[in-house]
């Protein structure tokens, strides 16, 4: 994939990160850096990337994503400008300190924890959560990316559920009912893969030694217990044992683990209790299904200075993502 040295109003500078479907750009305007994702234009993934963009633009009411500022697209490829986290993302700071000290540890999982708790509240589970989507600021905030195998929580009959259908993810961080079950709870999901997450955090390696063979991770996964450093603490053990719990209904969830022990050193913090959901996602603008014809190759109409006008309304789109919610719980 290949993009001009601007792109609208955004002088691009450099890559900073890749994917299975996008490449992120570190770009600047008007003197400031921000994120832009990149995916390629394709007649099969408008859906997704719609999905992807609304989730984010929803999201922007959390201190606990970065803010998508808005999102255009051109014959090529769709765009999203995001906040750019200076600091970049938690696996490639895994791999420049090796491994972290429970006391330098504790801050970051707890503000993801309560990153993720603060998405599920709103009616949204990530499903693809893993280092390298978790972002760090320039002040050690950390951020939850890319949203685009997220799940909308559904409210049947007035009730709200969060089981959702679909096996996706990087298979060393997805809950093993993930491979075993056509439906499951998307928070116990995230937090079996937020328990991965803090054991590679912690130890600076997976837990599991088969990460590339799906059959022989799943049996990995299903009958080896989990080695612990000789020198990490009981509450730490304790606390990523509930996470990586076999059966979700015994799992530990989030809440629990807010307040778990492993936190009772961290000062100024407060314990939590019990929620109920939120599915307020009504998101309504997207990208168009069209792309004007006069358009020429590494040329683009100028997003505007007003976040996200560029991304013109579709009125079709609340049905759309209702249908590819649908799609993606019964695949």
């Known amino acids: 994939m290949s993009i001009p040295q601007f792109v609208g109003n955004y002088r691009v500078i450099r890559p900073i990160g890749t994917g299975a479907f996008a490449i992120v750009y570190l770009v600047e305007r008007g003197g400031k850096h921000y994120a832009m994702k990149v995916i390629e234009r394709q007649l099969d993934n408008l859906a997704n990337v719609k999905f992807e963009a609304n989730v984010g633009m929803f999201l922007n009411r959390l201190n606990d994503t970065p803010q998508l500022f808005e999102y255009f697209s051109d014959n090529d490829n769709y765009y999203m400008i995001f906040e750019f986290c200076q600091r970049g993302d938690m696996k490639n700071y895994i791999k420049f300190h090796s491994t972290m000290s429970e006391i330098t540890a504790k801050p970051f999982i707890e503000s993801i924890l309560r990153g993720v708790h603060e998405v599920h509240l709103n009616g949204i589970c990530h499903r693809d959560l893993k280092p390298e989507n978790i972002l760090i600021t320039s002040m050690g905030k950390t951020k939850l990316a890319d949203f685009g195998l997220a799940a909308k929580f559904e409210t049947i009959n007035g009730a709200t559920s969060d089981i959702v259908k679909g096996c996706v993810g990087s298979p060393v961080y997805a809950a093993p009912e993930l491979f075993l079950k056509s439906e ?44 612990f450093p000789s020198n990490m603490s009981h509450e730490c053990i304790n606390f990523l044992k509930g996470l990586l719990t076999i059966e979700p209904e015994k799992r530990m969830s989030l809440i629990e683990a807010i307040n778990h022990d492993f936190f009772s050193d961290i000062k100024h913090r407060s314990s939590m209790d019990t929620f109920d959901l939120v599915t307020n996602f009504e998101p309504k603008n997207g990208f168009d299904d069209k792309v004007d014809s ?8 100028p997003p505007s200075n007003t976040p996200n006008t560029t991304a013109k309304i579709d009125n079709k789109l609340g049905s759309i993502l209702e249908k590819i919610n649908r799609m993606r719980n019964s695949s």
Do not use: C, H
């Not at 006069?294 to 109409?301: A, F, G, L, M, R």
């Open 184 to 227: 499951y709870s998307g928070q116990k999901a995230d937090a079996w893969s937020l328990g991965v997450t803090f054991y590679e955090m912690l130890t600076g390696r997976l837990p599991w030694k088969s990460q590339n063979n799906k059959k022989e991770l799943i049996n990995e996964i299903k009958t080896k217990e989990i080695n």
């Open 294 to 301: 006069s358009s020429k190759p590494n040329k683009i109409v």
